[in-house]
């Protein structure tokens, strides 16, 4: 089962705190990227946020929005900075001793002015309210998101085992080319010493030799066995109900390149050669599509 990256989910809910409503977007990348956009109040989450994104997305970049309208009930109140104001005071008499100043009463005005003398007294969110509350939300949000990301793997799971046929139908085809590579070897062979050395035929058991050399030499039995069995593991895990599978697929994938480019490099027959590159634009297209399986 195949889970693409690219994606989309969002939720709202309406709680107690207020209304609470979040945007998730999510794209390709090879390792897990969590950004998130909080309101102030709201940031002491961060983290468990991430955990519960991360609990649901193996890898890819997450981009997160949040917003928050709180209901009013009175929860700002203005509030006297005291310890400014006794500190200020103190300041002003002790100026006052310093420059033989003439006592004098400093007045109200001068120190509501005063930066930070008058401060926003906000009540504390209940953090146990607002996480539940939170939870719910992107859990919601990650159900949408997952359901994207499932309806697109279902896309590309078939477009990649589609692509996987391709090749078990080529390499067997490569794999029947090989066997008849050795006999025309030994025709071939046979018709050049005819040529240069009229009559030499009869050394049988030279022939035999040159021809052993040259099957060892261009034999791709393993390679073909490998590049076999590399393709079932693939399909298997495509068709698993694990839908994690995409850097499992990705390093499978670097084996088929690897078989692939030895049995093109043993191969001396102009047709299997010509599979070989219709082989490796096909594993191309499948490593450009593995950047967006999760």
Not at 57 to 85: C, D, W
Not at 225 to 249: A, P, W
Not at 272 to 290: A, D, F, G, M, P
Request: proline residues 2%; hydrophobic residues 35%; negative net charge.
């Amino acid at each position: 089962m195949l889970k693409s990256m690219t994606a989309y989910g969002r939720a709202k809910i309406s709680s107690k705190l207020g209304t609470l409503a979040v945007e998730i977007h999510s794209v390709n990348r090879k390792h897990l990227e969590i950004q998130t956009n909080l309101p102030r109040e709201l940031l002491p989450f961060d983290h468990d946020i991430k955990k519960w994104i991360s609990e649901k997305v193996s890898r890819g970049q997450i981009n997160l929005r949040l917003t928050a309208s709180f209901e009013e009930s009175g929860s700002q109140k203005l509030k006297l900075n005291t310890p400014l104001a006794q500190q200020l005071q103190g300041l002003c008499h002790t100026l006052q001793e310093v420059v033989k100043a003439p006592d004098g009463k400093v007045g109200l005005e001068f120190f509501l002015n005063f930066p930070g003398m008058i401060v926003v007294d906000e009540e504390t969110i209940d953090p146990a309210l607002c996480r539940a509350a939170l939870q719910e939300l992107i859990q919601s949000a990650m159900v949408n998101l997952n359901a994207m990301k499932q309806a697109e793997g279902d896309v590309l799971q078939h477009e990649l085992l589609g692509r996987l046929q391709f090749l078990q139908s080529a390499i067997k085809e490569i794999g029947q080319q090989s066997l008849q590579a050795t006999e025309k070897y030994r025709t071939k062979l046979k018709e050049r010493l005819e040529e240069v050395l009229p009559g030499c035929l009869e050394n049988e058991d030279r022939i035999l030799r040159e021809i052993c050399v040259y099957a060892d030499k261009v034999d791709i039995t393993e390679e073909i066995v490998r590049f076999q069995s590399h393709l079932e593991q693939s399909e298997q895990l495509i068709r698993s109900s694990n839908d994690r599978i995409g850097k499992n697929l990705e390093f499978l994938l670097q084996e088929l390149h690897r078989e692939m480019n030895t049995i093109g490099s043993k191969t001396g027959d102009v047709h299997v050669s010509h599979i070989v590159v219709n082989c490796k634009t096909e594993l191309e297209r499948i490593r450009e599509q593995l950047q967006n399986v999760e």
